[in-house]
Nanobody, 117 residues
Framework: QVQLVESGGGLVQPGGSLRLSCAAS????????MGWYRQVPGKVRELVAH???????NYADSVKGRFTISGDNAKNTMYLQMNNLKPEDTAVYYC???????????WGQGTQVTVSS
């Protein structure tokens, strides 16, 4: 069992920045992928960015050059630095953990990000 808690969401003006955090706890495995997803009402949850236990990263085209995913292994915490935010970035952002060894994934409860003037 892995628990994920997101934080850092809020209201920000277009062009502003926000940093999301995801604190993980519980039974961790050595090989995993962690990612940030976002979802708006009535639409499917979409991948924003992910990072592997080896440090490899991947980004959705819509956020490349603006968002940066990173992790602090010592703190079991993942971050999403969001710069130059746009109204279309407005969504609930979810943290996800997937263990390749266990072949099981976990979701956080989400944190709201609203980009509006």
């Amino acid at each position: 069992q892995v628990q994920l808690v997101e934080s850092g969401g809020g209201l920000v003006q277009p062009g502003g920045s926000l940093r999301l955090s995801c604190a993980a706890s519980g039974a961790m495995t050595s090989i995993y992928t962690m990612g940030w997803y976002r979802q708006v009402p009535g639409k499917v949850r979409e991948l924003v960015a992910h990072i592997t236990s080896g440090g490899n990263t991947n980004y959705a085209d819509s956020v490349k050059g603006r968002f940066t995913i990173s992790g602090d292994n010592a703190k079991n915490t993942m971050y999403l630095q969001m710069n130059n935010l746009k109204p279309e970035d407005t969504a609930v952002y979810y943290c996800h953990y997937f263990s390749s060894r266990e072949f099981i994934g976990y979701w956080g409860q989400g944190t709201q990000v609203t980009v509006s003037s």
